[in-house]
């Protein structure tokens, strides 16, 4: 795992940007993973700006959602999905064929599960994953205490989750449980990039970093992965002694 602290949370977001630019340089019909949120935002939208201003061939990559809010409707603004299409799939115009997410208003949700091993399994594997880090070390919706060899799952949210998870939403939503993929799928990715900002994740990079690896704390899951990049502003970085 590597570390690179940027100066400005948007030298962050254009590096990781042309991370993903330069992956479709190199591999046009790669698979990205990727996390919603706040921390991958400033990315997605420099990425579609860098694809469109360096002429990149955006046509043929394959988008998977890394996790979604179970019983919550893809086109209510605060999920995934909706994150999905406001950041990348309007933006890019891709098809609904070049992209899967969880339907987390699935009535069967293991079948669910199953759907998505199975796709990333046909698809060759991950090439990219971009995650960010919750306020009680997730990633996705690995949960404290989710075990590092798990594959598409659904998890209980534990309280933190449930109530930071609020700021997405318009109005209170009951957060209950998450559907994920697991730290299976990341550690067999080809790369992983873990995007933090700002003051307020200064604690959890720290202890993602250089903390004991387990899954006491999931982020930790990133020093095992040797293609694994934490990619922090200067705030997020603020508490690393290196
Ligand atoms: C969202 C996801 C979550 C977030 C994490 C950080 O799809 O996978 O694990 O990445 O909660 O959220 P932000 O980036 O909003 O601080």
């Known amino acids: 795992m590597k570390v690179r602290i940027f100066d ?8 990781a940007a042309q991370e993903m630019v330069d992956l479709l340089k190199e591999k046009p019909n790669a698979v990205i993973c990727m996390a919603s949120g706040n921390s ?14 360096q002429d990149v061939d955006a046509s043929a990559f394959f988008f998977i959602g890394l996790d979604e809010w179970v019983g919550v409707p893809a086109g209510l603004r605060g999920s995934c999905h909706y994150d999905f299409q406001e950041r990348i799939f309007g933006p890019l115009g891709l098809d609904a064929s070049r992209y899967h997410l969880f339907d987390a208003m699935a009535a069967d949700l293991q079948q669910e599960c199953q759907r998505m091993d ?11 994953m971009i995650v960010g880090i919750g306020m009680n070390g997730h990633i996705g919706f690995n949960e404290p205490g989710s075990a590092f060899d798990l594959k598409a799952h659904v998890r209980e949210l534990d309280e933190i989750t449930a109530s930071v998870g609020q ?11 998450g559907i994920t993929l697991g730290f299976g799928h990341l550690l067999q990715a080809g790369k992983v990039l873990l995007l933090a900002n700002g003051p307020a994740k200064a604690e959890v990079v720290q202890l993602a970093v250089e903390g004991r690896v387990g899954p006491a704390f999931p982020a930790s899951v990133m020093q095992l992965h040797v293609q694994g ?10 508490l690393l002694k290196s």
């Open 8 to 15: 400005t949370a948007t030298a962050l977001d254009q590096a």
């Open 40 to 53: 991958p935002k400033g990315a997605c939208e420099q990425f579609a700006r860098i694809a469109k201003e």
């Open 118 to 128: 199975a796709l990333i399994a046909a698809k060759g594997g991950i090439d990219l």
């Open 167 to 177: 700021k997405y939403f318009d109005q209170p939503m009951a957060l209950k449980y």
């Open 229 to 238: 990049m934490v990619m922090v502003d200067a705030a997020a970085g603020a």
